[in-house]
Structures are given as structure tokens and as C-alpha cells.
């Protein structure tokens, strides 16, 4: 018996210390981009539950990924509202940051949001706004771009953040990794005029970060609330609109694995109908 548990173990060990990609499948998730919900707005309220009912009735969706800008402007009474809503999706979520997310001289700093998160939901994993997770074999990235002392509709990736981003490309080389944020590093088409009030500060860096690793899949961001989709050096660049502009819309991404094939991604706008 014990040769047999011991068989059995270093069968499991071997399997875990496979790379990730060797075994990736195919996985679907949704985005939901620029809620901007808010307390005294009972249209954001309505809109957001009816995305949240809707995806419920999708099938195969593995998680929920929110990109930033969930609530409208940083009070904790908004956060609670979105968390307790959200919380009623059938799949784990997690949460990007955006500009209109986060103020640490309003009393919601970076800290404190995540602590509201992980109190609303015992399941959520993380404590800062710069994590990690996998699934089916993928590698998830979430990166901050965010500022709460000061903050503004420019996008900043700190260097420490950079830094960071960097290492883990590193350390998941030989998996497929799709990135999330808020603020684009590929502008959208048709956002020259918003380019002076909401871009992306030295953006010129993150660029060249990408360009040096090639197992980024893709980056999919919000915060300009236009539907575009482009390829920049193999990199698929993917930009949702706000969940609450007309039509009602969220993203649904499907990433689809054959053998000895890059994975292809396949996108779907998702419009759904909020009735009075």
C-alpha cells in the first residue's frame, strides 16, 4: 500500500511540475469595463445587476475579470454596493483599477479597497492591485495603473510596477499570458481627441517592455469606452467600451487551443437590454 501512495505521489508531483502550457484547454471569460457605478445612481445599479444576471446565463464562462473603474468615484458606500452585487455571479471575479476607483486622501486608498474586496468575499485571493492568477493553463496577469494621491485620467505604470511586470514575464516565459488593465498601452481607433486628458504617461516604456517578451497573448483594457480591437506585434490589443454607455455592452473572450498552433482569441460584444 505504501508503494502504491508513493507511486501515486510522485505521479502527482511530476504532473504539477509540468509547464503550465503543455496542458492549457481552451477557456472563456467575460469583461466588464468602466461600470462606474454609483450609490445615488439607480440606472448604474440596474445596469450592473443585469450584467451580472446575464452572464450567469452564459454558459462556460470560467471568471469574471472588471477593468477598472468599477464604481464612479471613490467612496467606500460604492464599493459595498458593487461588491455586493457582483458577488452574486456564478464565477469568481477579479478586479483591475481604474481613475475613478481610487483617491487615498477621500479615505479610499489601494489598501483599503482590497480590504473591502476581501471582506465582501472570503474567496478573494488578493491584496494588492498587482497579482497573478491561472487558469486552464493560462497565466492572468492584472497590472495598476492607477494613482490615488493624485489622481487623473492619465494612465501611470510606476517603474516598481514595470519591474514587476517584468519578472513575471519572465518567470511564466514558456506559458501564455494575457494581460488586464485599465488604461491601453495600444490607443483604440478614434480617441485622438481624449489623447491629452487620457493617456497612458511614458507609455513608450511599458512598449518596449512587451516587445522584449513573447508570451503575451494579449492586454486587454477599457477606460476609453470604445469597442477596438488591433494586433501589434503578435500582441492582441483588445479595448471594451463602458458597460454602462448605450448599448449596454460587455465582452465576452473565448481563447481556443490547438495542438501545435498559437491559441487564437475570439471576442463577442455581448449587448443586453435593461428594462425600466
Do not use: C
Not at 500500500?1 to 508531483?13: D, G, Q, R
Not at 462606474?36 to 469574471?64: C, M, P, R, W
Not at 494613482?147 to 511564466?172: F, H, M, N, Q, S
Request: proline share 4%; aromatic share 12%.
Amino acid at each position: 500500500m505504501k508503494k502504491f501512495l508513493l507511486f501515486l505521489f510522485s505521479i502527482f508531483a511530476f504532473l504539477m511540475l509540468l509547464p503550465t502550457s503543455a496542458v492549457a484547454e481552451n477557456i472563456k471569460f467575460a469583461q466588464i469595463s468602466d461600470a462606474h457605478l454609483a450609490v445615488g445612481s439607480e440606472y448604474s445599479i440596474k445596469v450592473l445587476k443585469t450584467a451580472v444576471e446575464d452572464i450567469n446565463k452564459q454558459s462556460n464562462i470560467s471568471f469574471v475579470v472588471f477593468t477598472g473603474d468599477n464604481i464612479n468615484n471613490p467612496r467606500e458606500e460604492n464599493l459595498k454596493e458593487f461588491v455586493d452585487i457582483v458577488g452574486k455571479l456564478n464565477v469568481p471575479y477579479y478586479v483591475v483599477l481604474g481613475n475613478h476607483d481610487v483617491y487615498k486622501s477621500n479615505g479610499l486608498s489601494k489598501v483599503r479597497y482590497y480590504e473591502i474586496l476581501r471582506a465582501k468575499n472570503l474567496l478573494y485571493p488578493q491584496r494588492k492591485p498587482n497579482y497573478v492568477f491561472k487558469k486552464n493553463g493560462f497565466v492572468f496577469i492584472i497590472v495598476d495603473g492607477a494613482k490615488e494621491v493624485i489622481p487623473g485620467a492619465v494612465g501611470y505604470y510606476r517603474a516598481d510596477t514595470l519591474e514587476w511586470l517584468e519578472k513575471e514575464l519572465i518567470k511564466y516565459k514558456d506559458n501564455d499570458v494575457v494581460i488586464f488593465q485599465h488604461f491601453p498601452v495600444e490607443y483604440p481607433e478614434g480617441v485622438d481627441n481624449r489623447l491629452k486628458t487620457h493617456k497612458t504617461y511614458k507609455v513608450e516604456e511599458y512598449q518596449e517592455l512587451l516587445s522584449k517578451h513573447h508570451n503575451v497573448l494579449a492586454v486587454i483594457s477599457g477606460h476609453f469606452h470604445v469597442n477596438s480591437e488591433n494586433m501589434k506585434d503578435g500582441v492582441y490589443h483588445i479595448s471594451t467600451p463602458s458597460l454602462i454607455g448605450l448599448p449596454n455592452s460587455y465582452k465576452i473572450i473565448d481563447i481556443v487551443t490547438t495542438k501545435e498552433f498559437s491559441p487564437i482569441i475570439y471576442t463577442q460584444l455581448r449587448e443586453f437590454e435593461v428594462k425600466d
